[in-house]
């Protein structure tokens, strides 16, 4: 008696997988590596950093403040629809109290929008936005150039508010209203420091954000295990 063939066609599979592995590739959402790495404390929260509609502040071991800002998921305050009035907001905050006036073209807001993380001097914004994508990485990454970090003080005057607090209060002011909701919530904002960064930085960082009335934040930190 002769076996019957037990040959299974799987083109029907194979096609599936394809239109799966398409899908997910075109709706994912691949994250930016940080221009530092950072060694955060332990601790045993377990509390998780949202995904949308928050503010990471950056302190590299330097001492150098970066940031970043998340939007809604939808499109109506999309992250970069966010991103794009954050940079126009804080340049016309900062035009306000300096004699050397920035201006902005329209790709540069573009390119800024699609930026996950950004740190370097005001002045600077323009000419770094007019880099090539590898020139900006090797830049920001470079924690031994002026240029580079958001400058940060012990300002009390927010007639005259320094960079660190033109940023802050720009991503305050966005129209996104889940935005201002979260940062008034204290989900809004996690501060990330590493744990050689000098005190006196982070401390003028929280300094600035009580200054700022923007008194809730989360720290971020690692999840602490039986062997710490």
Do not use: C
């Not at 012990?154 to 960079?163: F, I, R, S």
């Amino acid at each position: 008696m002769k076996r019957k063939s037990t040959l299974i066609d799987m083109t029907a599979m194979s096609d599936v997988t394809v239109l799966l592995l398409t899908f997910f590739m075109l709706t994912s959402t691949f994250l930016q590596k940080e221009p530092v790495t950072v060694l955060t404390p332990s601790s045993v929260s377990e509390i998780k950093v949202p995904v949308t509609n928050y503010s990471t502040i950056l302190i590299s071991p330097e001492g150098k403040v970066f940031l970043s800002v998340a939007g809604d998921a939808d499109s109506t305050y999309s992250t970069e629809k966010v991103r794009a009035e954050l940079i126009r907001n804080a340049v016309s905050e900062y035009n306000k109290t300096h004699s050397n006036k920035i201006q902005l073209t329209n790709e540069q807001v573009a390119k800024f929008s699609k930026m996950n993380m950004f740190g370097v001097k005001l002045s600077y914004l323009p000419e770094f936005l007019d880099l090539p994508q590898i020139k900006q990485d090797e830049i920001i990454s470079d924690m031994n150039n002026d240029m580079v970090g958001i400058p940060v003080d012990d300002n009390k005057d927010l007639g005259k508010p320094n960079e660190f607090q033109i940023w802050m209060r720009a991503i305050y002011n966005s129209s996104n209203p889940n935005l201002e909701q979260a940062i008034k919530s204290g989900e809004g904002i996690a501060v990330k420091a590493d744990k050689d960064t000098p005190y006196d930085v982070v401390h003028n960082v929280l300094d600035n954000l009580q200054t700022l009335k923007m008194n809730k934040f989360s720290l971020m930190t690692a999840l602490k295990t039986e062997n710490d």
